[in-house]
């Protein structure tokens, strides 16, 4: 994806949410989410406990990314991902991206400690941060290739009590009307992702083995 086309959606995006590139809030923002979307939020997940002890790898996958997909959707993000740590390295091991555009490469690894990812699993960057830009501790996060206003990431924690990696999602702008509900509703759906990926285990597919 070029330079150009990557700004302009950006921008775009921006727009559409009634920010401005400084993260507040304009006139025109949505107001909040109405009475009922955590509840439909939470019956959509448990729809994806169908899965069964019998289902075939890419069944599981297409679970995983339906979940990113809801997560997105419901978070008004721009990019959901699911990131498998290992071996020093990040891996983007499941990517839901905005309309199709490639800012993440499934399959594509980056140092863990030089990752938001791993700042989060230590305890030094908060699971929710509404604007990345106001955040006291900016200055020691990791460079990012395109700019990231609001941010949440939670472990993903297996049956057997390891951390797999993070479910994180992102939007370009800031987003100050996120809540702990919110971050509540990500955790959920990091618990159905480890319940996933510790089915395609039972079913003798280990998703930590990433090309």
């Known amino acids: 994806m070029s330079g150009a086309r990557l ?9 559409s949410m009634g920010m401005n ?8 923002a949505s107001a909040a989410p ?15 406990a169908i899965v069964t002890s019998d289902a075939g790898d ?14 997105r959707e419901h978070l008004n993000m721009d990019l959901a991902f699911v990131s498998c740590v290992q071996g020093g390295l990040r891996f983007f091991r ?18 863990e400690e030089e990752s938001f990812c791993r700042q989060v699993l230590d305890g030094r960057l908060p699971e ?22 609001a941010h949440m990431s939670t472990p993903i924690r297996l049956a057997d009590g390891s951390i797999y990696g ?23 759906a ?5 319940r996933l990926i510790d089915q395609a285990r039972r079913n003798g597919n280990d998703l930590s083995q990433v090309a």
């Open 21 to 28: 590139m400084g993260g507040e809030v304009s006139s025109g």
């Open 7 to 15: 700004a302009h959606y950006i921008w775009t995006r921006i727009q």
């Open 166 to 188: 993070t479910l994180c999602c992102f939007s370009f702008a800031a987003n100050q009307e996120l809540a702990e509900r919110d971050l509540k509703r990500l955790q959920m």
């Open 94 to 111: 499941n990517v839901d991206p905005p309309h199709g555009l490639q800012l993440l490469k499934e399959g594509a690894s980056d140092p």
């Open 34 to 48: 109405a009475h009922g979307v955590f509840e439909a939020f939470e019956s959509a997940l448990r729809s994806f």
């Open 58 to 71: 890419d069944r599981v996958d297409r679970a995983v990314r339906d979940v990113l997909r809801l997560v």
């Open 190 to 194: 990091a618990q159905m992702t480890a």
């Open 128 to 149: 929710l941060v509404r604007d990345v830009s106001t955040y006291p501790g900016r200055d020691a996060l990791p460079a990012t290739p395109f700019r990231i206003g």
